[in-house]
């Protein structure tokens, strides 16, 4: 073989080890890029994966973010009573309600619940919907360092702004407040904060404006926990509902 040949030979080769490099780096800046946004996200306002979806198809988007002390205090309690009652006590992963949640499954890939509100903002922020262990094994650290980094309060003050509350690209309470009675996240009752915190798991075939059975049942365990709730909520601020 001629060097000539034995050169144009190499010249693919080069080209694939650049382009393994190139996805490699892309790979990596993709992981790594939520861990350099955590800390931005102390004082910017942030947006979901699901938002910028949405916006990137030409989709409504419905958001006005509020806040968590113009919220109020009833509907942050009653979220975080519905949906992570130790919020204040774990560091973004919840081990206790993990292992109890896979001793009640027949195996390990049926296991529900367990989903803390770090990790749903970990999801919401950088990931996707959906059941996978891939999607675990990227959220469970993101959840720690959000936790590490910013405090209790400015999480659920994220998470109460950027989840899904409604069938039709309404994202964060006030929008689902103003969907479902047609008024300010602040102005809701007791019952009502109730009812936005029963649809978070899937606000999409949940209403609380036309509730049915097993979305008043829930509201109705919620709206009892609140009501003395007010230990759960020494991280947020010391909220409680009156």
């Not at 946004?37 to 910017?44: D, E, N, Q, S, T």
Request: glycine share 8%; proline share 7%.
């Amino acid at each position: 073989m001629t060097a000539a040949t034995q050169r144009g030979s190499a010249r693919p080769h080069r080209g694939l080890s650049r382009l393994a490099w190139a996805l490699l780096v892309i790979a990596v800046l993709f992981v790594l890029l939520p861990y350099l946004l955590v800390p931005i996200y102390r004082f910017a306002t942030p947006v979901s994966t699901l938002m910028l979806a949405r916006w990137v198809t030409g989709r409504n988007v419905v958001r006005s973010y509020v806040p968590i002390e113009r919220l109020g205090p009833i509907l942050p309690l009653s979220v975080l009573v519905a949906e992570d009652d130790r919020f204040c006590a774990h560091h973004g992963i919840d081990w206790q309600e993990i292992h109890a949640a896979i001793e009640e499954a027949d195996d390990i890939s049926e296991a529900r619940g367990g989903s803390t509100i770090t990790q749903q903002t970990a999801k919401n922020l950088f990931l996707w919907p959906g059941r996978s262990f891939v999607r675990k094994a990227l959220e469970f650290p993101l959840a720690l360092w959000i936790d590490l980094v910013l405090p209790k309060r400015r999480i659920m003050e994220i998470y109460l702004n950027i989840a899904e509350w409604g069938p039709n690209g309404e994202f964060g309470a006030e929008a689902g407040a103003q969907l479902a009675f047609g008024k300010r996240a602040a102005n809701v009752d007791r019952h009502e904060a109730a009812l936005l915190a029963a649809i978070l798991p899937n606000p999409v075939r949940r209403s609380a404006r036309r509730p049915g059975p097993g979305v008043r049942r829930l509201a109705g365990i919620y709206e009892a926990r609140a009501r003395g709730g007010s230990a759960f909520a020494c991280c947020i601020g010391g909220a409680t509902a009156p």
